[in-house]
Structures are given as C-alpha cells and as structure tokens.
C-alpha cells in the first residue's frame, strides 16, 4: 500500500485543513506514516503569515525534497497560505515541487489521487481533543494582517453543521472541543447579522461525550457581558481567555486599526 505523510505549519486553523487533506489522501487509499523516508506523498501545507513563517515553510519544503532522490521518489505537494499569497513566484523559485495545491482546493487535490473529494477530517491532534473551527477569514483587517487577504473575509459554518461536526468528534473519543477561528466573537454575523457564539456554545455544551471546552482567539474588541457571563455559567466551557492583545497604547493600537483601547482592555 502507497503511502502518505503531511506536515501541518503554521496555526491551528490551518491544521483543520491538514485534517482534510489527510482524510482525502486516505480516501485515495493511501496509509498515513509519520516516517517521511517511508512515504510516497509528501503532503505540505504551508503558513504565509509574517516573515519566520514563510522562511521556515520554504525550509521545510527544500528540506523534504531531499527525499524525492530515495527508494520510494515520493511526490512532492505543497499547499496552504504560502501557496495563496505567492504562487507565480513559488513554481519559478521550488521546481523540485511536483504539484501546488491552492489553499483548501480538496477537490483539485483528491483529483490528483485518482479519487473523490470529501470534507471528513482525519485528526491529527492526539485522541483526546480536537480544533472545531466554526468560521474562516476576517472582516477585521487589522493593519498589520495579511490574513482577510488570503483566506478572504468572514465565512462562518452554520450552527448545525458545527453541531453535527461536533458529535461526529465526540464519538471518535474527543473530550475537549478548541473553538477557533480568526476572530471567533464575531462568530455568525455574515449568516445571521449578529454574533452567535453564545448560541452555538450552548449547543456544544449538550452534546453527549464533550466533557470541555475551550475558547481561542476572542477579539479584545468584540468580547462582551453575554460571551462573559456564558463562559462563567457554563460547567464545560472553561475559564480562559485566549486573547491576543498585540498592544496596549492607544496611539499604537489605533495606528494597527485594532478597534479597541487601553481603557476597554483593562
């Protein structure tokens, strides 16, 4: 049996898209090793975001097509952020790549198996939790941001569709359900013209095997009393506060149009 490795770099958001892929390259019939000298697929997907992060995916692709010269002449494909920000420079520059996969085309990459597009996930996280991300890009474009650039502005899943993706989860052995997404306060504004996080937590916390969760990523600017007061009600969600802060002087933060002041922050 052919097999498969892939190297997840950058956020947890990106390794959601992993996740597909793997399961895509196992619905292709290949068996998943963690041994790259082994593999017959090296699947990379890549982080574009600030500069160290585009230094080590070009290492990290340079580093596995060294192994394109081994017994099993693996097929190089490399994927993610990277790939959506610089494709025209990356085919000149990396011609050791056999295949560039635009950022979540699962369905070019299933035809480039022989096989049929799923949106399954297999989990590359250990067995007890698990990343549900509820919604992708970001309306908020911070000036600093590439990020509403490459994956485009907010796209959040509907409420039962997470809910669904969630028991599928629970019944697989997770325990512990990481809510995440760019900016998951504003959760649920493009569907429903107003955040719905509260109402989407409140259906997670019933579901049947998911003993907590947990909340990253909550925009300093868009925390408010109901999102507060849910957490310190609930007796799944947990007491944390993923918050990226960036900075506390108003002159800076106004200057990284990050909609928020020292004064709300503290």
């Given at each position: 049996?052919?097999?498969?490795?892939?190297?997840?770099?950058?956020?947890?958001?990106?390794?959601?898209?992993?996740?597909?892929?793997?399961?895509?390259?196992?619905?292709?019939?290949?068996?998943?090793?963690?041994?790259?000298?082994?593999?017959?697929?090296?699947?990379?997907?890549?982080?574009?975001?600030?500069?160290?992060?585009?230094?080590?995916?070009?290492?990290?692709?340079?580093?596995?097509?060294?192994?394109?010269?081994?017994?099993?002449?693996?097929?190089?494909?490399?994927?993610?952020?990277?790939?959506?920000?610089?494709?025209?420079?990356?085919?000149?520059?990396?011609?050791?790549?056999?295949?560039?996969?635009?950022?979540?085309?699962?369905?070019?990459?299933?035809?480039?198996?022989?096989?049929?597009?799923?949106?399954?996930?297999?989990?590359?996280?250990?067995?007890?939790?698990?990343?549900?991300?509820?919604?992708?890009?970001?309306?908020?474009?911070?000036?600093?941001?590439?990020?509403p650039?490459?994956?485009?502005?907010?796209?959040?899943?509907?409420?039962p569709?997470?809910?669904?993706?969630?028991k599928?989860?629970?019944?697989?052995?997770?325990?512990?359900?990481?809510?995440?997404?760019?900016?998951?306060?504003?959760?649920?504004?493009?569907?429903?013209?107003?955040?719905?996080?509260?109402?989407?937590?409140?259906?997670?916390?019933?579901i049947?095997g998911?003993?907590?969760?947990?909340?990253?990523?909550?925009?300093?600017?868009?925390?408010?009393?109901?999102?507060?007061?849910?957490?310190?009600?609930?007796?799944?969600?947990?007491n944390?506060?993923?918050?990226?802060?960036?900075?506390?002087?108003?002159?800076?933060?106004?200057s990284?149009?990050?909609?928020?002041?020292?004064?709300?922050?503290?």
């Amino acid at each position: 049996m052919k097999k498969y490795t892939i190297i997840s770099l950058g956020c947890p958001k990106n390794l959601v898209d992993s996740e597909i892929f793997a399961a895509n390259a196992e619905a292709a019939g290949l068996q998943y090793t963690e041994d790259i000298s082994q593999a017959n697929f090296i699947i990379i997907n890549t982080c574009g975001f600030i500069e160290d992060a585009k230094q080590e995916s070009i290492n990290t692709i340079l580093a596995a097509s060294q192994y394109k010269n081994s017994a099993e002449h693996p097929k190089l494909i490399v994927t993610g952020c990277l790939v959506k920000r610089y494709l025209p420079d990356l085919q000149k520059a990396l011609p050791e790549v056999d295949h560039f996969v635009q950022l979540k085309d699962f369905s070019y990459f299933s035809q480039l198996l022989n096989s049929k597009n799923t949106n399954k996930r297999k989990l590359l996280t250990s067995n007890h939790y698990a990343y549900l991300r509820i919604s992708d890009g970001c309306n908020n474009f911070c000036s600093y941001c590439a990020i509403p650039y490459i994956r485009g502005r907010l796209q959040s899943k509907p409420i039962p569709e997470l809910v669904e993706e969630a028991k599928i989860l629970a019944k697989q052995g997770v325990k512990e359900l990481i809510i995440t997404a760019q900016d998951t306060t504003l959760y649920g504004t493009d569907l429903y013209g107003e955040p719905k996080l509260v109402a989407l937590l409140e259906k997670l916390e019933k579901i049947d095997g998911i003993e907590w969760i947990r909340l990253f990523y909550l925009h300093p600017a868009h925390i408010t009393s109901a999102i507060i007061d849910k957490i310190a009600s609930s007796p799944k969600i947990l007491n944390y506060f993923e918050i990226p802060l960036q900075h506390i002087n108003d002159e800076i933060l106004l200057s990284m149009n990050r909609k928020v002041t020292r004064n709300r922050i503290e």
